[in-house]
């Protein structure tokens, strides 16, 4: 089986459900000539090196990269993402298991692992700048639910 999925990203997404609420049921359009599913669900993937390494940190292998194509594999089923000239992903999962609420887990999955990833990311560039910017941290602190506080001081 296989199932089709149209990332919107969430600034561009009239759907006012984060990822995890959406791609349970969104919009369905199923071709007829081959049955195959296609979904719009909404994200916030734009980073390609994020992507990337949010693939790997939900168990995914990316088999093949490009700038707008990515091949990646979880157990028994295969993804192939897109970005098309709009800057819309769009994935196509392919395998026995593959379904919408296998696609679904592995989005959400990854979703969740792409947010750990920009929050590192976020996380590194202000400890980088604070000098630059007269700042000094005073403080980090990681909470339960992964959030961060950093404490920075202005120089005198």
Known sequence: MSVSLLLIPAAMAALPAALSAAAAAVEKVVN????????????????????????NDTGGTVRMAGPDRISAAWQEDEAVFTRGGDGVWAVHFDGPEASLEQAGTVLRELDAAYARRVQAAVVQRLKERAGGANLQLQSETVEEDS????????RA
């Open 32 to 55: 007829p000539a081959d049955d195959t599913a296609h979904f719009r669900v909404q994200t916030r993937m734009k980073d390609l090196g994020l992507l990337q390494l949010a693939i």
């Open 147 to 154: 959030s961060v506080t950093l404490v920075l001081n202005v």
